[in-house]
């Protein structure tokens, strides 16, 4: 069965620490891939996604990912973190990778992520 | 930027009464709409894909006639869940695609239900 996995369920760490959110997914066809950030009390934001081209893609927040076809993979990096970036990160995968079907995501468990002061 | 508004934010309602979830798109026509169950600790979990002037596609597991679904407008789909049991209880999320560019999607706040 189709599959998205996040490493880490929680994580807690200082400001201007690295942070790095794994996701890896089971499909085997083309993928769309996402990663949303939830802050507490807002709605899902979309902060980058993945079709094709560059597998280094960067998004809004100074956060990048890296999609890894052979490894399935598609983790969330940020060089420095602060202490706004606590939320809760969800990496979702499109596995029809179809227009048509776009908008029909396997989400991963999340991982909420703390920055201390 | 787009919003899509999920009303209520949280409700609680007695076992065997059923409760109605809006999800609007404020500023934008969504012809399809995707609803998602999460329990604690889990994934959001694709329960249906609304499409509107026609019935909604359920996935595997999703029971259609506990879970009913109508999106009889461009901005509009409610999500029913009849006969609430206390196994209903999660949080439900919806997401509107917007038609004018198949790569905008926009997410509602989620609504909690709890089943007693």
């Known amino acids: 069965a189709q599959s998205v996995s996040q490493h880490n369920h929680h994580v807690i760490l200082s400001e201007a620490a690295s942070l790095e959110l794994g996701c890896n997914y089971s499909y085997g066809g083309t993928v769309n891939l996402f990663w949303y950030v939830q802050y507490p009390g807002q709605h899902l934001q979309l902060l980058l996604k993945?079709?094709?081209?560059?597998?280094l893609v960067k998004g809004i927040k100074g956060f990048e990912a890296e999609f890894i076809k052979s490894k399935f993979s598609f983790n969330l990096r940020k060089p420095s973190v602060q202490w706004s970036d606590t939320a809760e990160y969800f990496c979702a995968v499109n596995a029809e990778g179809t227009t048509d079907s776009w908008g029909k995501l396997q989400f991963g468990a999340g991982t909420q992520v703390v920055v201390t002061p | 930027g787009a919003v899509v508004s999920q009303h209520p934010s949280r409700v609680i309602c007695k076992s065997g009464t059923s409760v109605k979830i809006e999800c609007r798109s404020l500023d934008f026509q969504a012809t399809t709409m995707f609803w998602y169950r999460q329990f604690p600790k889990q994934s959001l979990m694709l329960m249906a894909t609304s499409n509107e002037g026609s019935k909604a596609t359920y996935e595997q597991g999703v029971e259609k006639d506990k879970f009913l679904i109508n999106h009889a407008s461009l901005t509009l789909s409610t999500l029913t869940v009849t006969s609430a049991h206390p196994e209903d209880s999660s949080f439900y999320i919806c997401?509107?695609?917007?038609?004018?560019?198949?790569?905008?999607?926009?997410f509602g706040s989620g609504t909690q239900l709890s089943v007693l």
């Open positions: 997401s509107a695609r917007d038609q004018q560019g198949a790569e905008k999607l926009f």
């Open positions: 993945y079709f094709s081209g560059d597998p």
